[in-house]
């Protein structure tokens, strides 16, 4: 999708504890569907990890008090080298030759090691983009399509464990990308990262959008420390946009996922940020709405 529409469903449980505890959820397509989204969020539909939606992942923020104790090396390695990423903001389709350029420099000059590059669209456009990316970062650095070995990843758009289940059965898939708001919530997140160690499957997230390597960010961690153990052919995605809409917004250093130190699932957005977004009263959305009766 070259052309998607980044608004998102944004929901808050507000609870009776003393302490003013609440717990933030969100979730988002490329349009329409987040409005379907939010319908059924204002009838009070229950979380359901069949669709796209947040779920009983709203409770992320309610969920948390502990800060992150430091008993094993896996948790000291996070801690002071971070989980590997990767950026995909460079390679988007679209982009124009120049900007795809432009973006490249930009990233090898903030220190990104491992590249992904966005195909489909068309396969000798396809070849000629990825030689552009491969002349600007050369041979050493890692780029997500390479001329051969070619592995599969996939699993952004699989919304339930089943569908992983049926993938990681018919060894469809070399790479399973997981997406924090795709799948229903942090118990669905967990039981597909249980079935890819089950059968020797990296995990390799999907990350971008509104919030989701905030989300994620969390899960791979966790995949690591408690389940995998292990960071071979694994690295989690970065994209560098939406991120100063949010209060605990991730934090990257040396192309590494720095582990979280506040409490949550670092889905809450800042008031005024969702106070000037708010559909349709918001200061965006009235310009937009405007500019369309025009």
């Not at 903001?89 to 930009?106: E, F, I, R, V």
């Not at 903030?110 to 491969?134: E, M, S």
Request: aromatic content about 8%.
């Amino acid at each position: 999708h070259t052309d998607p529409d980044y608004s998102a469903a944004y929901v808050i449980i507000e609870t009776d504890a003393e302490d003013g505890i609440k717990g933030c959820g969100i979730t988002f397509t490329l349009g329409k569907g987040t409005e379907v989204d939010w319908s059924r969020e204002g009838c009070g539909a229950p979380g359901d990890s069949s669709c796209p939606k947040c779920g009983v992942g709203l409770v992320g923020q309610a969920g948390g008090k502990a800060c992150l104790e430091v008993t094993c090396g896996h948790e000291k390695q996070m801690l002071a080298q971070g989980y590997p990423a990767y950026t995909t903001s460079c390679a988007w389709l679209g982009y124009s030759d120049d900007t795809l350029k432009q973006l490249c420099a930009q990233a090898l000059k903030d220190g990104w090691t491992r590249f992904k590059l966005k195909v489909g669209a068309d396969l000798q456009d396809d070849v000629r983009r990825c030689q552009i990316i491969r002349d600007m970062i050369g041979p050493e650095k890692t780029l997500a399509l390479v001329p051969l070995g070619i592995g599969i990843a996939t699993g952004e758009q699989c919304h339930n464990r089943v569908i992983f289940k049926q993938l990681l059965q018919a060894k469809a898939l070399q790479f399973l990308q997981i997406d924090s708001c795709r799948l229903g919530s942090v118990n669905e997140n967990l039981s597909v990262l249980l079935m890819a160690k089950k059968f020797e499957i990296p995990v390799c997230p999907h990350a971008g959008g509104v919030g989701l390597c905030e989300l994620v960010q969390h899960l791979i961690i966790f995949d690591y420390i408690s389940v995998s153990a292990s960071l071979k052919n694994r690295m989690c995605e970065y994209v560098d946009h939406l991120h100063e809409h949010f209060k605990y917004p991730v934090m990257i250093q040396r192309a590494s996922y720095m582990p979280p130190k506040d409490p949550g699932y670092s889905t809450e957005m800042k008031e005024e940020s969702v106070k000037k977004h708010q559909y349709p009263d918001g200061e965006v959305w009235k310009k937009l709405l405007a500019a369309q009766e025009n």
